[in-house]
């Protein structure tokens, strides 16, 4: 491998597969849930799909994932029990860097991306029976990037790009950087509600109940120190 580090030292040898670029982030989406091709790529947009076909590989091939057909073409990348142990790698990790690292530019904030993490953190427990279907606009993103809408129903969450023919029982519009810094927890959410930085549409009770469908970042109790 071109990484090697030419030391036997494990940190050494782990740090040749785990510290390649974008490879955390496509194993923090594997152990989110992510198995299909096109889900990892949502959680990493900005990852070519040449290399990361090539990360996929080399995580197979380090016998941190295995490759099973699906029942409707294409591959599952499921985690083995190496690929597993590695979500207690990345817990301290996001937790340091939500202490510790820098802060958050303009150009890291992707709306596609805080959309797609959001839809794994809705309390669906605390959402009303039946569908929801949540629309959400940032105001200050390009036009191809600015509405989202999420369908809530029967214990699942579809994240679309497209109207999806349903009426929308809540809007909610906001910039993107607000919303990242409220998932984050670096702000919190009620005030920004309070102060139409947040701005919600539709019935009384679903606006009333939306802060409790968020469950937020893992990272968000975390208190930056930086």
Not at 46 to 53: V, W
Not at 79 to 86: H, K, N, S
């Amino acid at each position: 491998m071109t990484s090697d580090f030419g030391q036997f030292c494990p940190i050494a040898l782990a740090s040749e597969v785990l510290t390649q670029k974008w490879m955390l982030l496509i194993i923090r989406e594997l152990n989110a849930g992510s198995t299909r091709f096109n889900d990892i790529r949502r959680g990493v947009p900005r990852i070519s799909a040449t290399l990361l076909k090539q990360r996929l590989n080399q995580l197979e091939h380090a016998g941190v994932i295995i490759r099973q057909p699906h029942d409707n073409g294409g591959d599952d990348y499921l985690l083995t029990e190496a690929g597993r142990e590695l979500k207690s790698v990345l817990a301290p990790i996001g937790e340091w860097g939500q202490r510790w690292a820098r802060e958050i530019d303009d150009g890291d904030l992707d709306p596609g991306w805080l959309v797609w993490a959001m839809h794994r953190r809705l309390d669906l427990s605390k959402m009303p029976a039946g569908r929801t279907v949540l629309e959400i606009a940032f105001t200050d993103a390009p036009k191809d990037q600015r509405f989202f809408w999420l369908v809530c129903e029967n214990n699942n969450v579809e994240v679309c790009v497209k109207p999806t023919g349903f009426d929308v029982d809540l809007r909610v519009s906001t910039s993107v950087r607000i919303f990242a810094e409220i998932w984050r927890g670096l702000r919190p959410l009620q005030p920004e509600i309070a102060n139409g930085a947040i701005r919600l549409e539709g019935d009384t009770n679903l606006m009333r109940d939306f802060p409790g469908w968020l469950l937020l970042s893992v990272f968000a109790k975390t208190k930056q120190q930086r």
